[in-house]
């Protein structure tokens, strides 16, 4: 199993502050039975361009790699891109894609989405070489129409969940089904910290879980990046 979504690269965003605090969080990712962790910082336009951010995150990877002993789960780069309008116009967010696949984590806005924002979403995935998945989509489904959500995956867009919405008893239920009808292609820690966002698989219900591993996106998603 990989954990498609967390925030362990030291001093990047508001996730680890540290190299020992994400070596906490690497060793409680592998307890916890994951095999591969998706390092996706935060990506804000405002503050970065995506070539410094890139700098920034190859410079706090080299200062953690010597410490990443064979019994954590293998590293992959990432980043989770905040929406900008405009976003698909921008060449430099292709480099933003999860090392060696055509994937890119992108959060939108805690609002109601326009046509215009859905539509730069969907210009964004139909680039050569890009595929978009939806970060945390259960954050936002009360404030969508339904059938947006059919209309994205019709158009490719894949979807990421974060194991909260399968751990908590208010949503569990919901969140089997989508898993089960493959409204969910990933799922994500989304962890920040050891105190209060830390690496939860182990409250993923076990169904959940062998799911997931099954979920044919996950299968695209390691032959692409092993592959690479
Ligand atoms: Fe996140």
Excluded at 176 to 181: I, P, Q, V
Aim: contains cysteine.
């Amino acid at each position: 199993m990989i954990d498609f979504h967390t925030h362990i690269l030291p001093c990047m965003d508001d996730g680890s502050q540290s190299i020992s605090e994400s070596l906490s969080m690497l060793r409680a990712e592998a307890r916890q039975g994951i095999e591969g962790v998706v390092l996706t910082p935060h990506f804000y336009a405002h503050e970065n361009s995506p070539a410094v951010f890139l700098k920034r995150r190859e410079h706090n990877f080299r200062q953690l790699k010597p410490y990443l002993w064979p019994e954590l789960p293998e590293i992959i780069l990432g980043a989770e891109v905040q929406y900008f309008e405009g976003i698909c116009t921008v060449e430099g967010v292709c480099d933003l894609r999860i090392e060696g696949t055509d994937y890119l984590l992108l959060e939108m806005p805690f609002s109601h989405w326009s046509n215009h924002m859905i539509e730069d979403v969907i210009t964004l995935n139909d680039r050569r070489g890009m595929t978009v998945v939806l970060a945390h989509i259960e954050r936002y489904m009360a404030m969508q129409p339904k059938e947006i959500w059919s209309h994205l995956r019709n158009c490719g867009v894949l979807m990421q969940s974060n194991v909260s919405f399968f751990s908590n008893w208010k949503t569990q239920h919901k969140a089997m089904s989508m898993l089960s009808r493959r409204e969910i292609n990933f799922l994500g820690s989304d962890c920040h910290n050891m105190k209060l966002r830390q690496p939860n698989w182990d409250q993923l219900p076990e169904k959940a879980w062998t799911l997931a591993q099954k979920s044919a996106a996950y299968y695209d998603f390691q032959a692409a990046f092993y592959e690479a």
